[in-house]
Nanobody, 120 residues
Framework: QVQLAESGGGLVQPGGSLRLSCAASKSIFVINKIGWYRQVPGKERDLVAVFMNGGITNYADSVRGRFTIFRDNIKNTVDLQMRSLKPDDTAAYYC??????????????WGQGTQVTVSS
C-alpha cells in the first residue's frame, strides 16, 4: 500500500503564506498524477493543483497565480506553496496520488488531510 504523509497545515493570517508537503512511500518518478485537493464541510472535494502525466500542471482558477505546486522525484514529495492566502482558502487539504498498477489499472491514494485555516 502507498501512504501519503501530509504536513504543514495550520493557522495563518489573511495575506500570509503557508507551504504544505506530501511525502509518498513509493517512488513518484513515473507516477500518473500527484497533487492537492481541498474540501470544506458539506462541499465537494475540489482540485487545487495537480501534476498530470507528463508533468503538466493543473491549477484551480481560484488559486492560479497565488499557489505553486512543486515536486521532488528524489525525495518523493510534492509541495504546495500558498501565498496571499484568503479566508476562503480555509479547508482540509488532501494529498492525492494516482499510480499505474498491473494490467493498466490506475490506483488512487489519498492522504488523511491537513487543516488550513486562514483567519485573523
Amino acid at each position: 500500500q502507498v501512504q501519503l504523509a501530509e504536513s504543514g497545515g495550520g493557522l495563518v493570517q489573511p495575506g500570509g503564506s503557508l507551504r504544505l508537503s506530501c511525502a509518498a512511500s513509493k517512488s513518484i518518478f513515473v507516477i500518473n498524477k500527484i497533487g492537492w485537493y481541498r474540501q470544506v464541510p458539506g462541499k465537494e472535494r475540489d482540485l487545487v493543483a495537480v501534476f498530470m502525466n507528463g508533468g503538466i500542471t493543473n491549477y484551480a482558477d481560484s488559486v492560479r497565480g497565488r499557489f505553486t505546486i512543486f515536486r521532488d522525484n528524489i525525495k518523493n514529495t510534492v509541495d504546495l506553496q500558498m501565498r496571499s492566502l484568503k479566508p476562503d482558502d480555509t479547508a482540509a487539504y488532501y494529498c492525492y496520488a494516482q499510480y499505474r498498477g498491473g494490467s493498466g489499472r490506475m490506483l488512487d491514494y489519498w492522504g488523511q488531510g491537513t487543516q488550513v485555516t486562514v483567519s485573523s
